[in-house]
C-alpha cells in the first residue's frame, strides 16, 4: 500500500489532508463494521479475504481492508497485494474535493474523478457503507454535503453509535489494528 510521498502531492496541504482522512476512513470503515449492525449487512455480501483498497493515482495515499469470516473488516497495514474491489481517485485534488465534503462520492463518480476496479455492486456496497458511517461520526449539516441523501436517524441513534465507533475506534488505534 502506498503512502503520500512526494510523487502523490503527499509534501502539500492537499496531500497531507487526503493522507490524514484516508487513515480515517480506513479506520473508520473498520469501527463501524465492529458496532454497527447495518454496516456489517452490507458487508455480508462479501466473502471472508474479500479486499478493498481506496487510493489516489499515481501511488497514493491509500487505505486497505479486508472482510473476515464474522463479516466485520480488518485494516491491512502496508498492503502491496491486489485488492479484490479498488477505488481510484484521478488525482489528489479530487479526493480533497470528496474528502473535504466539497463534493460527494456519488457525484465524484458522476464527474468521473474516480473509477472502480472490480465488482460494481460491489462497490455500491462499499458506498452505502461510506455513507453510513458519515452520517452517523459527522455532524448532521457536514454529512448532508457528504451524501447524496441524508437518512431518517434519531439522533439518539447516532449519538449511540457515534460513541461506540469513536470508541472503537480509540481501541483500535490503540491495538494497533
Known amino acids: 500500500m502506498a ?5 502523490s502531492g503527499g509534501n502539500t496541504a ?13 479506520r ?3 469501527s463501524m463494521s465492529q458496532v454497527d449492525d ?9 466473502p471472508a479475504g474479500y479486499t478493498i483498497c ?10 486497505a481492508v479486508e472482510v473476515q469470516a464474522d463479516g466485520q473488516l480488518k485494516l491491512l497495514k502496508d498492503f502491496s497485494g491486489r485488492a479484490t474491489l ?3 481517485f ?25 473509477y472502480v476496479d472490480g465488482n460494481i455492486s460491489h462497490a455500491i456496497r462499499l458506498v452505502r457503507c461510506l455513507n453510513r458511517m458519515e452520517t452517523i461520526i459527522l455532524p448532521k449539516l457536514v454529512a448532508e454535503r457528504a451524501i447524496k441523501r441524508y437518512p431518517d436517524i434519531r439522533l439518539g441513534e447516532k449519538l449511540s453509535l457515534a ?11 490503540i491495538k494497533g489494528a
Not at 503512502?3 to 510523487?7: F, N, P, V, Y
Not at 447495518?38 to 462479501?46: C, D, G, I, S, Y
Not at 460513541?163 to 480509540?170: K, M, N, Q
Open 3 to 7: 503512502d503520500s510521498s512526494a510523487a
Open 14 to 26: 492537499q496531500g497531507a489532508y487526503v493522507a490524514l482522512m484516508m487513515g480515517i476512513i480506513g
Open 28 to 30: 473508520g470503515l473498520v
Open 38 to 46: 447495518t454496516v456489517r449487512r452490507e458487508l455480508a455480501a462479501l
Open 54 to 63: 481506496m487510493t489516489v493515482m499515481p501511488a497514493g495515499p491509500s487505505f
Open 86 to 88: 479498488n477505488v481510484v
Open 90 to 114: 484521478k488525482h489528489i485534488a479530487h479526493a480533497f474535493l470528496v474528502f473535504s465534503f466539497q463534493e460527494g462520492t456519488a457525484r465524484a463518480f458522476a464527474n468521473d474523478r474516480m
Open 163 to 173: 460513541t461506540r465507533t469513536y470508541g472503537r475506534l480509540v481501541v483500535n488505534l
